[in-house]
């Protein structure tokens, strides 16, 4: 079934102990259509501005991304953020924050967009998430992911947009801030008050849980990753496997969120081998497949 994203794109600079990466592609968006194009083809919208070095259309050349909702700004600048990551790899210092263009009125959806059924709305200011969702006509799951900065300074559009919403995808440390509960599964259960039937959080390197509105709960490691050279995107290119699967089998019963959570670890886990999206350009859908069985072994017992 359709599957629309909509989020920033990025120019981005990265240092980790492993390297630099400067003013490579990145941003929400990219990150999750060059993920979840391995099950379905994406919807993508996104603004940039004129100054933009990177060509979207051959950076997904070969893959099934309508890129109809990019809209291009003469006059804006490109969305631009610099960090460094810690010797853990688990943390981060944002260096330089620049909104640019995503600190103007969002892109306008398509009229062929419009009848999506699955939507991301990825990582932005909630108003915009906002204004983006008001734009699709009755899709049946929708899910958004949100950060630290919105959390505290934009909470009440937060709440607004969480009333709907299927399902939030956030990380631990904004599960316990936007939950203010530092244990994880009530974390989940208060964030489900606020709307969502779905609640997923994600945890680095020990892996996510997931809660769901009836009570039933899943817990999965990371995938075993033997290569971390840069993390960013990682929780984007979740998102993607995760969306990717339930569009794919226009479903969302527990056992195909259970599934689609298990695909995006193992998305994630090829992101974070290599900078930018080498690590997911990569690979192919025969390699998520095989470590995806890998995972499922690794798990049972």
Known sequence: MSLL???????????????VSEN????????FSMAA????????????GSDCPFDLVQVFAGR???????EIRPQSKTFRWAGTYHENMDSRTTDRLELNVLAEAPPKVPDSFRDSRFVFLANTTPALQHQLLEQIQGPVFVAADTMNCWIEGHLDDLKSLLEKTDCLIINEDEARMLAKEYNLIRAGEKIMDMGPSVVVIK????????????GEKFILPAYPAAEVKDPTGAGDSFAGGFMGHLAQNGKTDFETL???????TVVASFTIADFSLNGLTAISRTDIDSR????????KF
């Open 64 to 70: 099934d991304v309508d890129l109809t909702g990019l």
């Open 203 to 214: 945890k680095g390197e020990s892996g996510s849980i997931m809660c769901s509105a009836d």
């Open 37 to 48: 194009s391995f099950f379905t083809p994406v919807r993508f919208i996104g603004v940039i």
């Open 258 to 264: 259970k599934a689609a959570v298990a695909y995006g």
């Open 24 to 31: 490579c592609l990145g941003g929400s968006s990219i990150y």
């Open 292 to 299: 995806f069985e890998t995972l499922q072994k690794l798990t």
């Open 5 to 19: 994203v909509t989020g920033s794109i990025g120019i981005d600079t990265v240092k980790t102990p492993y390297g």
